[in-house]
């Protein structure tokens, strides 16, 4: 899942104006020019979400819970951007994170 939001960092920070990320996002080249500040900030999002989500995996102490945490605003961030922005970020997004918050909590028992 950090993997995952690093590659959306440098997707929204350095890709979005580019053939790749107009691609991958569905956007005119207009569109992506408009957005491209909105985006970039979406970018630094992600890579503070991958940050937390690397230190659950690093951290001794509370590690469970950073873990929690991070893959709980994973998820709900995936249905609200599916709600409000993309439907398809509900399964690259959301269900990843579930799936993975599920393996974190089955590991704990």
């Known amino acids: 899942m950090a993997l995952l939001h690093v590659g959306f960092f440098v997707l ?10 107009r691609r991958v996002f569905g956007l005119t080249a207009e569109k ?6 909105l985006a970039a900030n979406q970018g630094v999002y992600n890579l503070f979400v ?14 469970f819970q ?3 945490f991070f893959l709980g605003f994973v998820v ?7 709600i409000t922005a993309k439907r398809s970020i509900l399964f690259v997004q959301a269900l990843p994170g579930a799936v993975a918050l599920l393996l974190v909590l089955f590991a704990q028992r």
């Open 50 to 63: 991958a940050a937390g989500l690397i230190w659950g995996l690093v951290a001794h102490d509370c590690a």
């Open 76 to 82: 709900i961030a995936g249905i609200v951007g599916a």
């Open 32 to 37: 992506a020019q408009d957005s491209a500040s």
């Open 66 to 68: 950073i873990k929690l």
């Open 12 to 21: 929204e920070s350095f890709l979005w104006t580019k053939p790749t990320g």
